[in-house]
Every structure is written in C-alpha cells, then in structure tokens.
C-alpha cells in the first residue's frame, strides 16, 4: 500500500523566518508527487515533481524531489503570515490512473 | 463561475437522512474525484471517475452512492451515515485522470451526522 509521511506535523515560526517541509513515500511505480497549500477548505495547487522536473520555484516558495532518498522538501523562504497553512504532499504511483495518496499535512503557523 | 465549486457548503444530517452532495467543474476536465478530510487524518480517496465511468472504488460503505452523469457534474449520495462519517467531502477534477496531471480542488462540503 502506498505511504507518504510528513514531518513536522505542525511548526511555528516568525515573519522572515525560513521553513523547510519534508515528505517522505513508499510507493510502487513512482509517477509524481504533488504539494498542495490548504487555508481554509479547497487545497490549491503549488508544484508538481516527475522524475524528469525534480527541482520547482516559484517566488519565495520552492521545492526538490530527491528520488533516491524517497522524499521531497518544500522550502519557504522570507514567511509571511498569509503562508500560514496547512501543507499537503501527495505522489502518484502504481497503476491506478489519478489515485493520489495524501500525507497527513504540515501545519504552518507564522507569526507577525 | 470557474473552477470547481461544491454545494452545499455545510450540511448536517441526522443518521436516518437521505441527501446528495453535489460538485460541477468548469474546467473542461473529463476526470472527477470525491476525498475525505477527517480531523488529524490524511485525505482520503474515495472514488474516481474517468469519462463518466467510475475507475476506482477505494473500499467506501455502500451509504456513500457517487454519480457522475457527465464529466462536468459529480453527486455523492448519502444514506442512514454514521456520526464518523462528519468531515470535509472535497470534490476534484483533472484533465483525463493520467499520472502525471495536476487535480483542482473545490471548497468543500463540512458535513456533520447527529
């Protein structure tokens, strides 16, 4: 069955500071992996990593697919408090067309 | 309206109702999806379907009865459910379903069983 565990759960931080998120799987047939920021209902979506683009940035938000070690990290630099949130890493695998496996989150807090 | 919207936004039901869950994308996306969000769990696949056809079943009560007429609507239809069926049912779509497609989420349905 496939796995995908974040750490930490949850993390506090102050405006400025930098983050690092990690996500860690045990797939069969590895074919993405996705983060997703969730605020309040709807995830919406940050990056997808394949093993042809392990490496994705987008403004002060960026993230590295290490596929050797089975893992990802999402990196935030510069906080602010609207990246308080909940993070969601999620890979594809295996031979069930669009079956995203989720990870339990990691809550972002930021303070001012 | 774009995007993928989901009504209603809240429900609450009592364990003898009977009440549907409704999701429309208007993306243009031919794959739609029904999760589940408990407290402290991770979202939880539930259905897929693919062109209207249902392709994946992840082992859900047969209390919890998805449709999908057509590709841009999906119905999660809900009978005689359990107190521990109360979470966040989230609806989401992507173009065809295949490995390597982004899924686009709607807002959500808070549902609580008394």
């Known amino acids: 069955e496939d796995k995908v565990v974040q750490s930490p759960l949850s993390l506090v931080v102050h405006e400025g500071d930098t983050v690092t998120l990690n996500c860690s799987y045990e797939?069969?047939?590895?074919?993405?992996l996705l983060w997703y920021k969730q605020e309040k209902k709807a995830p919406t979506f940050l990056f997808m990593l394949?093993?042809?683009?392990i490496e994705k940035k987008s403004g002060r938000l960026s993230s590295i697919l290490d596929k050797k070690e089975l893992s990802s990290i999402l990196n935030i630099t510069a906080t602010q408090t609207g990246d308080s949130a909940i993070y969601l890493c999620a890979v594809v695998g295996g031979t069930s067309y669009g079956k995203l496996t989720f990870g339990q989150g990691t809550i972002l807090t930021v303070h001012p | 309206e774009t995007g993928v919207t989901q009504t209603p936004r809240h429900l609450v039901m009592g364990m003898t109702n009977k009440k549907s869950l409704k999701c429309e994308q208007h993306l243009g996306h031919n794959a739609m999806y029904w999760y589940k969000q408990s407290a402290k769990k991770p979202l939880e696949l539930m259905f897929v379907y693919n062109f209207k056809e249902q392709t994946e079943n992840n082992s859900v009560p047969s209390r919890f009865s998805p449709e999908c007429p057509n590709s841009s609507h999906l119905f999660l239809h809900l009978h005689t459910l359990q107190p521990e069926d109360s979470a966040l049912y989230l609806c989401?779509?992507?173009?065809?379903?295949?490995?390597?497609?982004?899924?686009?989420f709607g807002p959500g349905t808070r549902l609580l069983v008394l």
């Open positions: 989401a779509s992507s173009p065809s379903g295949g490995y390597q497609e982004t899924q686009y």
């Open positions: 394949t093993s042809s683009g």
């Open positions: 797939v069969t047939n590895f074919r993405s």
